[in-house]
């Protein structure tokens, strides 16, 4: 009897005539060794490698220069070396996986982009770091181990690490931004950290910070960390939605947390005259303050804008740490107090020097002094007698006062708040302009 055996299962497209069974089993057999040995085949379901072609090139890593970074393995289909090398390659796309493009084209189908490409022989890898930075083939030893330590080298940093110094600015500067920290108990901040924040939309949506069990011990505390390493997001306009990330430290796992609050669009940088970027949206230190200073720049945010009553502290020149911690006390004492009666205190301190038009409105004979403030349809405010000086005692009556509805509030004149002083830093931004 006679059988056929099709052509793409005998020799991947060639013809073959009909020939007797043994006969045809025997040359299909024959004809398939040639591709099953020293074949580089990369499966999709088993490889984390992206095959790319030449007419792909610039959608998948051409126009992603500016952001990415990425590996090209030029390889032959047919050649033994090749094949040997796809395991190391693979590991190297395993193990950057999603952080890395770690790509391969065939030049034996692509044998004209390779040539433009410079590749002279194969395997060739070759790394493609971001603009301006130059394409470069990996000279030496082909292993997964220096591949990867190339690539990661590659990667750019947009991980701000935090010190006393500019912990306030981070946290308050682009409120429209969330705040990303990574809180841990090594020096530097980790490779995958790095990697999240040079993502190419996180860069411009989102801020990553690196802080240290040692050198930020008042800010873990703040967000209350309790161990290491923990990562907490602070959102929201006012820095008033704080959330500890519970689930994988793994690049996948954090970038999907961390991609459910990420805006396309947002933080878009501004020129000035002399040509430098800088945020459009400035820092705003009050926000994070437990008593902020109530000034022109942040009086709608600490007490116009939002609900409640302003509870002012009086002085002439700074606040001291005693002051702070004395209002400080208040104010949880009274939040704690009046959880659920529908009554919110705002509590706040103003320089009196710094400010003399809302000093001349406030009339205070006697510093420091007190004022509660009610900034609600009619602009109104109460005080603490001429006579008596500001402390603990006199503020918790004052505001006990209120509460009893014994005090007695003076309209402002004319129903307009007089105007705010310009500080020294409002004044520069005003002769940049």
């Known amino acids: 009897p006679y059988s056929s055996c099709t052509a793409a299962v005998c020799c991947r497209g060639a013809y073959l005539?009909?020939?007797?069974?043994?006969?045809?089993?025997?040359?299909?057999?024959?004809?398939?060794?040639?591709?099953?040995?020293?074949?580089?085949?990369?499966?999709?379901?088993?490889?984390?490698?992206?095959?790319?072609?030449?007419?792909?090139?610039?959608?998948?890593?051409?126009?992603?220069?500016?952001?990415?970074?990425?590996?090209?393995?030029?390889?032959?289909?047919?050649?033994?070396?090749?094949?040997?090398?796809?395991?190391?390659?693979?590991?190297?796309?395993?193990?950057?996986?999603?952080?890395?493009?770690?790509?391969?084209?065939?030049?034996?189908?692509?044998?004209?982009?390779?040539?433009?490409?410079?590749?002279?022989?194969?395997?060739?890898?070759?790394i493609y770091p971001p603009?301006?930075?130059?394409?470069?083939?990996?000279?030496?030893?082909?292993?997964?181990?220096?591949?990867?330590?190339?690539?990661?080298?590659?990667?750019?940093?947009?991980?701000?690490?935090?010190?006393?110094?500019?912990?306030?600015?981070?946290?308050?500067?682009?409120?429209?931004?969330?705040?990303?920290?990574?809180?841990?108990?090594k020096p530097k901040a980790p490779f995958m950290w790095r990697a999240l924040s040079a993502e190419m939309v996180f860069k411009r949506t989102i801020k990553?910070?690196?802080?240290?069990?040692?050198?930020?011990?008042?800010?873990?505390?703040?967000?209350?960390?309790k161990k290491f390493p923990s990562i907490v997001m602070q959102r929201g306009g006012k820095a008033e939605q704080k959330e500890t990330y519970s689930g994988d430290i793994n690049f996948q796992a954090i970038y999907a947390w961390v991609n459910l609050y990420s805006e396309s669009g947002m933080g878009d940088k501004v020129k000035s005259a002399g040509g430098s970027e800088s945020s459009s949206e400035e820092a705003k230190p009050w926000l994070i303050q437990d008593i902020p200073e109530l000034t022109g720049p942040s009086h709608n945010d600490v007490c116009f804008k939002s609900e409640g009553l302003c509870v002012i502290y009086l002085k002439k020149g700074g606040i001291t740490e005693a002051e702070t911690t004395m209002l400080t006390g208040l104010k949880n004492r009274f939040t704690s107090h009046l959880d659920g009666r529908g009554t919110v205190l705002k509590w706040m301190w103003m320089d009196l020097d710094a400010e003399p038009n809302l000093a001349e409105m406030f009339e205070v004979s006697t510093v420091p002094g007190a004022a509660v403030f009610n900034p609600h349809k009619r602009l109104r405010f109460t005080k603490l007698d001429d006579e008596v000086t500001a402390d603990e005692t006199s503020m918790a009556a004052l505001v006990d006062k209120i509460m009893g509805g014994d005090a007695r509030f003076k309209p402002v004149k004319g129903q307009k708040l007089p105007t705010w002083s310009v500080r020294a830093k409002e004044e520069k931004k005003k002769t940049e302009l």
Not at 208 to 225: D, G, M
Request: net charge negative; charged share 25%.
């Open 17 to 126: 005539p009909p020939f007797p069974g043994a006969v045809m089993m025997l040359l299909c057999g024959l004809l398939a060794v040639p591709f099953a040995s020293g074949a580089v085949v990369i499966d999709a379901m088993k490889h984390d490698i992206q095959q790319i072609q030449a007419g792909s090139f610039d959608t998948i890593i051409g126009k992603f220069r500016d952001d990415a970074v990425s590996a090209v393995w030029y390889y032959k289909e047919s050649n033994g070396g090749d094949e040997k090398f796809l395991d190391e390659y693979q590991k190297v796309a395993k193990e950057l996986k999603g952080i890395v493009k770690v790509c391969a084209m065939d030049c034996e189908r692509f044998g004209k982009f390779c040539k433009d490409a410079g590749v002279v022989e194969t395997p060739t890898v070759m």
């Open 131 to 185: 603009n301006p930075q130059p394409s470069f083939p990996l000279q030496g030893e082909l292993t997964s181990k220096r591949i990867t330590n190339v690539l990661t080298k590659s990667v750019p940093s947009f991980v701000t690490t935090l010190t006393a110094d500019n912990e306030a600015a981070f946290l308050t500067s682009d409120p429209s931004k969330p705040k990303v920290i990574l809180f841990s108990n």
């Open 208 to 225: 990553f910070a690196f802080a240290t069990e040692e050198a930020n011990a008042e800010l873990a505390k703040k967000f209350k960390v």
